[in-house]
């Protein structure tokens, strides 16, 4: 199969996700990583390009998108890895140029930013992804299934939390100091982490949230983003939810967990355990289910070798390519609306906590 070609906007040297999205864009053989804007310091960029051995380097993504659009062995699809406010400027030249975007969350820093994307997308031939890896491991995927066949029957709750330590003191960093600057992240934890545990919420239960109440705390001092929330939301259907995010939770290292409880059964799934759920069906002994038996979407090797991280990027990637050639529709990947909801969620939050905590109806 003929390998797409894959450009990249940020994921310079020092960054972290870049590379990540780099070798999960190689692992399955579908892209070739061809040119890139990987800075916006030009000499940071060019350095950066001939590390990784791009054919070509850009000192703009103004630049990249014209000239790559122009080409005949132009890119297929742009990487935007870059702080979140620079989420909404690159894309929307790229839709523009009718180039595919595979956008890493969450959608844009602010709600303005968000829409431009949006309005972009409506007008763009091209497709709009957003990476929300989490939402590819194949124990996740099989919990949405057992969902939809109601194996748990009605949904009544669910327990999410994504939590860390990371941050539990005041910390500078290239890393750090985007994040927790409400200008380049538009939100501390709530935004970085915290749209992950909302966006496994729906999407493995498929039920779309109708009011959110939260609370959001800054305990380092000084700090100008969150570093913890507590979030309760109402689900359509009656069902009930809350979510825990931080990233001051001492001994947590990178947990993200979700519970779900229906009337007829439970299952419990945490990302550093990733190859093993726990389903139980009231009545009956609980089991626990491996990636790999009843779960084969998305793996790669025979069960008890360990996936993960790098892999759930590389199925994101791999159903992206498969999406562009017309060979799926995309039906289950993350894409515009998953960020929009995300951003609902992101500005929710900052609504109610600053006003006691009152719900937020959506």
């Known amino acids: ?12 040297q020092g960054a972290f996700i870049g590379g990540v999205h780099r070798i999960a864009a190689r692992m399955d053989d579908r892209w070739e990583l061809v040119s890139g804007a990987l800075s916006s310091n030009i000499e940071r960029a060019k350095v950066s390009a001939d590390e990784i051995g791009l054919v070509r ?42 180039i595919h975007v595979i956008c890493d969350k969450p959608l844009a820093a602010t709600m303005a930013q968000a829409n431009q994307i949006s309005e972009a997308v409506e007008t763009s031939e091209a497709r709009f992804f957003l990476t929300h ?5 194949p124990l996740i995927r099989q919990a949405q299934k057992l969902v939809k066949e109601g194996t748990l029957g009605q949904i009544r709750l669910v327990q999410a939390e994504y939590v860390q330590d990371w941050l539990t003191n005041k910390t500078s960093n290239r890393q750090a100091d985007w994040r927790t600057d409400p200008k380049q992240s538009g939100a501390g934890s709530i935004g970085d982490i915290g749209t992950h545990a909302f966006n496994l919420v729906e999407f493995v239960t498929g039920l779309k949230t109708e009011a959110i109440s939260a609370e959001l705390h800054s305990f380092v001092a000084g700090r100008k983003v969150d570093d913890n929330a507590h979030i309760r939301a109402r689900l359509r259907g009656g069902a009930k939810a ?45 089991k626990i289910l491996t990636r790999g038996y009843g779960s084969d979407e998305g793996t790669r090797i025979p069960p008890g070798h360990p996936e993960g991280y790098l892999e759930g990027f590389a199925n994101l990637y791999s159903e992206i390519a498969d999406t562009i050639i017309g060979k799926n529709s995309g039906e289950n990947l993350p894409g515009l609306q998953s960020g929009l909801d995300g951003m609902w969620f992101i500005s929710a939050c900052q609504e109610s906590s600053k006003n006691d905590g009152r719900w937020i109806v959506r």
């Open 133 to 137: 890896n989490y939402t590819a491991y």
């Open 242 to 286: 809350q979510i825990w995010t931080s990233q001051v939770a001492v001994g947590h290292e990178n947990d993200l967990r979700i519970r779900v409880y229906g009337d007829k059964g439970g299952l419990e799934w945490r990302q550093e355990n990733p190859n093993q759920m726990r389903l139980s069906v009231f009545g009956e002994q609980s």
């Open 57 to 98: 380097s850009y000192s703009s993504f103004e630049e990249m998108a014209e000239v790559e659009a122009s080409l005949e062995d132009g890119i297929d699809a742009v990487s935007i890895v870059t702080p979140n406010n620079v989420h909404s400027d690159p894309a929307v030249a790229f839709l523009n140029a009718g």
């Open 1 to 12: 199969m003929k390998k797409l070609k894959l450009g990249m906007v940020g994921g310079g």
